[in-house]
């Protein structure tokens, strides 16, 4: 018996711990690369778009990566997805309890909009009658494609047409490959930058020291070896939960690893509350999402295919993740903001879709 509890306090240990070292490995991670990127001539807005906004879902990337390459594309969903939900609803209903989180009408009708299209496609990838219930290559490309052109689409509305901010224009955007176009743009903006800020280069270069730049490369390297041992403890724990406790993976990944990852996010979130920066918490949890379906689920399905199935816990999860963002999006879409009401709204229907969820997967499969 004592042994028993030793090998579930060691594996739940185990679980904790790979979490920790997911979520601070990652934060450390950006600040040092982000670091290096600046002294080696790279743009801050470039950094931006790439560095830091990849580096907030880190943790839920890390980990549906890892997850599918040991052979748990289940888990990988339900982590992602659930971190989708927890986002909108979790989070942002906590936030508005708190204080009434006001929403910028140019996230919303672009942002949020982009995060919905992503999801069904998304929903279309795992359901396409021709590879049902698994994403294939060319799927997970277009999921990329999605992550490209909207990171880019960033830079083309703020740098070459500011009056760009309707959805539309996004789609259009889309269609016609014009990120491509942007990419070369960003490709050589920094030689740009560099000469127009030579100055201020040489004076950097001066003040800098060898060692800094060693010390970003050590915390980066160690930060990067805590990410991959964090997502290793984690499906180590997860196996554990799964064999002796007989709980389905999905039922891990949607509560505890989902829920655990978007923590960081709950804490940035709470404190831009009390800062009043309440449009900032609704723009950076969009953008969170938008990462996660596209970049969680569609770079490491581009080299392996992920079979998520199409029983009915995937059918719930996805039918949850497209029912719980057009329910944000017409909360916010009212008003502009977040009432403490509509936030109990979303804590509501947080619970009740974590209780749908596990219920069907658990006892469906």
Do not use: H
């Not at 890892?66 to 986002?87: D, H, M, Q, R």
């Not at 294939?136 to 909207?150: K, R």
């Not at 980066?220 to 064999?243: E, Y």
């Amino acid at each position: 018996m004592k042994m028993q509890l030793l090998v579930i306090a060691l594996n739940l240990t185990l679980f904790i711990l790979g979490l920790v070292l997911l979520i601070f490995g990652s934060e450390y991670f950006v600040e040092s690369a982000s670091r290096i990127a600046q002294r080696v001539g790279v743009s801050e807005l470039l950094i931006g778009l790439t560095i830091v906004a990849v580096g907030t879902s880190l943790p839920e990337i890390v980990s549906s990566s890892t997850a599918i390459v040991a052979a748990k594309p289940a888990l990988a969903l339900s982590s992602v997805l659930g971190s989708f939900i927890a986002n909108i609803s979790l989070i942002v209903g906590i936030s508005a309890v708190i204080a009434p989180v006001a929403a910028n009408a140019i996230v919303i009708e672009r942002d949020a909009k982009i995060m919905i299209m992503i999801a069904f496609v998304l929903a279309i990838a795992v359901f396409d009658p021709l590879t049902p219930g698994v994403i294939v290559f060319w799927e997970a490309a277009i999921l990329l494609v999605l992550f490209i052109a909207y990171v880019t689409f960033l830079y083309y509305g703020r740098e070459e047409c500011e009056t760009c901010y309707q959805f539309f224009f996004f789609v259009e955007y889309l269609i016609r490959l014009r990120f491509m176009t942007t990419l070369r743009g960003l490709r050589d903006r920094p030689k740009a930058g560099q000469k127009q800020d030579s100055q201020k280069e040489e004076s950097d270069e001066e003040n800098s020291t060898s060692g800094v730049g060693i010390r970003d490369i050590l915390v980066v390297l160690g930060a990067g070896l805590f990410i991959a041992v964090g997502a290793q403890f984690v499906i180590i724990g997860t196996d554990f939960m799964t064999s002796a406790w007989g709980i389905q993976e999905g039922v891990v990944g949607v509560t505890m690893l989902a829920i655990g990852t978007s923590l960081p996010e709950l804490t940035v979130s709470l404190n831009s509350v009390k800062k009043g920066f309440g449009r900032m918490l609704i723009g950076n949890v969009i953008g969170s999402n938008i990462v996660n379906l596209s970049l969680g689920l569609g770079l490491i399905t581009l080299f392996i295919p992920a079979s998520v199935g199409t029983g009915v816990g995937t059918l719930t999860l996805i039918a949850f993740t497209l029912g719980m963002s057009l329910l944000f999006y017409g909360i916010i879409r009212r008003k502009w903001r977040v009432t403490r009401m509509s936030g109990a709204l979303l804590l509501t229907m947080f619970v009740l879709a974590q209780i749908a969820i596990v219920t069907l997967t658990q006892i469906l499969g």
